[in-house]
C-alpha cells in the first residue's frame, strides 16, 4: 500500500555541492511530501543507484573542502544503493579524484555507463582501467565541445561481456575499436554511431552484430560512397533503422545507407534532417521505393522529419507500405511540402484524389497519424473531414470499408491556423484540444 502510494506521488530530491562548486552529484526520488513517504524512499536502494558526477579541477577554491563534500556524498549513494546495479553519468578530469576511485572501486555493479569529459584521449584516469564489468549493459562516449575528433582510451571496457547497447558517437569505428569491443559486438542489440566517412569500413562491422536489432547513424557534412555491390546477405536482425543526415549534406548519407543495406525484417525506419537547411534538397523517390521493393519488410512505423519529397511521390511510397500501423511526418522549414491537400485526401477511406486511384484505401492498417504542417496552404476542412472518414464506429464498418480505425491523431500547425482549424467542427466522437491532438 505504501509502495503504491510512494508511486503516484512526485516530488525531485536534489543534492548539490555549494554553488561555488563545480563537482556535483545528482538523484531524482520520487516522494511524497510527508515525512513517512519520504523516509520510505530514501531507504529505497534502486533510487541512490543512479549517479552523475562531475569533476572540474579548475577549481581551487577550498578545494580539499570540497573534495572531501563529494566524496562523503558518493559514498552515501553507494553506501544506500546497497548491491542494486547503478547507472553511472561520469565526467572524470585527468586525475584520480578519491570519489572516483570509490565508484571505480563499485565497478562489479556497473549496469549503465555515460562517460564524457574534458580531457577526452588525453590524461585516462588509472583507477579506471582493467575494471572486472560483468553487468555492464549500455555504454556511451559523450560528445562534447572538447573531442575534435579525440577518442577516449576504450581499454577500460575490455572486460566487460555483456555490453547491448553502444554509442560511439565521438568514436570512429577503426580495427583497435572492433578488437577492443571484439566480445561485445555478438551481444549487441542497439548500435549509435556517428558517421564521418568510410562506410564500407563501418558496414563490414555488421557482420559481427548477429543480434543487433536497433541501429541510429548520424551524419557529418561529408560525401559519402554507396557500396557497390549491395551487401550480398541481409541483416535479419534488425528491425529499427534511424537516420539522421546533417543540414547540406544533399542525403548524401541517406541515399548511400539505404542504398547499401538489405532489411527483410525492419519494422521502424527514422529519416530525419536537422539543422538549418540553406538549399533544401529533394529527396529522390527512387532510392525509398528500390530499398522497399528489395527489402521486402513488414514496415509498421514511418518517420519523416524534414525530408522534401513531392506529394506524388509519397503517396506513390505509402502504397508500397500495406502493413503501415503509423506515419509521422513534418515538413521541411524550407522547399516543397508534399503534405497538400491531395495528401490528406488520398487518406480518405472512401473517396478517391489524383495521387491514389486504388479501390483499396491508402494504408488500411494505419492506427496513428501525426502531422507537423508549416505551409499556409494547409487544408484544414479536408484534413477533419479526412480524419472523420476514419474514424470508424466499430468492427464491422472497418472490415466493410477494408481499414482499420485511427486510434490517434496529432497535428502540429502555426497558431494561427490551429485556432482556425479548433473553430470548425471535428465530427462526431472527434475533439481537437489545444495541442493538436485529436
Request: hydrophobic residues 35%; glycine residues 2%; aromatic residues 4%.
Given at each position: 500500500?505504501?509502495?503504491?502510494?510512494?508511486?503516484?506521488?512526485?516530488?525531485?530530491?536534489?543534492?548539490?555541492?555549494?554553488?561555488?562548486?563545480?563537482?556535483?552529484?545528482?538523484?531524482?526520488?520520487?516522494?511524497?511530501?510527508?515525512?513517512?513517504?519520504?523516509?520510505?524512499?530514501?531507504?529505497?536502494?534502486?533510487?541512490?543507484?543512479?549517479?552523475?558526477?562531475?569533476?572540474?579541477?579548475?577549481?581551487?577554491?577550498?578545494?580539499?573542502?570540497?573534495?572531501?563534500?563529494?566524496?562523503?556524498?558518493?559514498?552515501?549513494?553507494?553506501?544506500?544503493?546497497?548491491?542494486?546495479?547503478?547507472?553511472?553519468?561520469?565526467?572524470?578530469?585527468?586525475?584520480?579524484h578519491p570519489a572516483l576511485i570509490l565508484v571505480a572501486r563499485e565497478s562489479r555493479r556497473w549496469r549503465q555507463l555515460s562517460y564524457g569529459g574534458d580531457d577526452f584521449g588525453l590524461n585516462w584516469n588509472s583507477c579506471l582501467q582493467s575494471l572486472p564489468l560483468p553487468m555492464l549493459e549500455a555504454v556511451r562516449f559523450e560528445e562534447t565541445e572538447y573531442c575534435d575528433g579525440k577518442s577516449p582510451p576504450i581499454e577500460a571496457f575490455s572486460q566487460a561481456p555483456n555490453i547491448k547497447e553502444l554509442n560511439l558517437r565521438c568514436i570512429s569505428i577503426d580495427q583497435h575499436v572492433t578488437a577492443t569491443f571484439d566480445s561485445a559486438w555478438e551481444m549487441l542489440t542497439d548500435l549509435s554511431y556517428h558517421f564521418t566517412e568510410d562506410l564500407e569500413g563501418f558496414l563490414s562491422i555488421l557482420d559481427y552484430c548477429p543480434k543487433l536489432r536497433r541501429l541510429t547513424l548520424e551524419g557529418e557534412n561529408s560525401d559519402l560512397i554507396p557500396v557497390h555491390p549491395i551487401r550480398s546477405h541481409p541483416i535479419a536482425s534488425?528491425?529499427?533503422?534511424?537516420?539522421?543526415?546533417?543540414?547540406?549534406?544533399?542525403?548524401?548519407?541517406?541515399?548511400?545507407?539505404?542504398?547499401?543495406?538489405?532489411?527483410?525484417?525492419?519494422?521502424?525506419?527514422?529519416?530525419?534532417?536537422?539543422?538549418?537547411?540553406?538549399?533544401?534538397?529533394?529527396?529522390?523517390?527512387?532510392?525509398?521505393?528500390?530499398?522497399?521493393?528489395?527489402?521486402?519488410?513488414?514496415?509498421?512505423?514511418?518517420?519523416?522529419?524534414?525530408?522534401?519529397?513531392?506529394?506524388?511521390?509519397?503517396?506513390?511510397?505509402?502504397?508500397?507500405?500495406?502493413?503501415?500501423?503509423?506515419?509521422?511526418?513534418?515538413?521541411?522549414?524550407?522547399?516543397?511540402?508534399?503534405?497538400?491537400?491531395?495528401f490528406i485526401r488520398s487518406f480518405h477511406t472512401w473517396e478517391r484524389d489524383s495521387l491514389h486511384h486504388s479501390i483499396e484505401p491508402l494504408v488500411p492498417k494505419l492506427r496513428s497519424l501525426t502531422l507537423k504542417a508549416h505551409r499556409e496552404e494547409f487544408d484544414a476542412p479536408s484534413f477533419v473531414e479526412t480524419i472523420t472518414s476514419r474514424w470508424l464506429p466499430d468492427e464491422a464498418s472497418a472490415l466493410q470499408l477494408g481499414a482499420s480505425c485511427l486510434r490517434s491523431v496529432e497535428l502540429h500547425l502555426r497558431e494561427w491556423l490551429m485556432q482556425m482549424l479548433m473553430s470548425d467542427s471535428t465530427g462526431p466522437g472527434c475533439e481537437l484540444s489545444s495541442n493538436g491532438k485529436v
Open positions: 500500500m505504501e509502495r503504491s502510494a510512494l508511486q503516484s506521488r512526485r516530488v525531485s530530491l536534489c543534492l548539490p555541492c555549494t554553488p561555488k562548486v563545480s563537482q556535483s552529484l545528482f538523484i531524482n526520488i520520487d516522494v511524497d511530501d510527508d515525512h513517512s513517504s519520504y523516509e520510505l524512499a530514501i531507504s529505497q536502494p534502486t533510487l541512490w543507484a543512479n549517479l552523475k558526477v562531475k569533476f572540474d579541477d579548475q577549481c581551487e577554491d577550498d578545494e580539499e573542502k570540497t573534495q572531501a563534500l563529494l566524496v562523503s556524498r558518493v559514498e552515501l549513494h553507494l553506501a544506500r544503493s546497497q548491491n542494486h546495479p547503478l547507472t553511472l553519468s561520469l565526467f572524470p578530469s585527468s586525475k584520480n534488425l528491425k529499427i533503422l534511424n537516420l539522421v543526415s546533417p543540414p547540406n549534406d544533399h542525403d548524401s548519407m541517406l541515399e548511400c545507407i539505404l542504398t547499401s543495406l538489405l532489411l527483410p525484417d525492419l519494422t521502424e525506419l527514422i529519416l530525419l534532417h536537422i539543422g538549418d537547411v540553406e538549399e533544401p534538397f529533394l529527396m529522390p523517390y527512387r532510392i525509398l521505393e528500390d530499398f522497399f521493393q528489395r527489402s521486402r519488410c513488414p514496415l509498421s512505423t514511418l518517420t519523416l522529419g524534414q525530408i522534401c519529397m513531392t506529394d506524388t511521390d509519397m503517396i506513390a511510397l505509402l502504397a508500397h507500405l500495406p502493413c503501415l500501423r503509423e506515419l509521422n511526418c513534418e515538413d521541411p522549414d524550407d522547399g516543397d511540402s508534399f503534405i497538400t491537400r491531395s
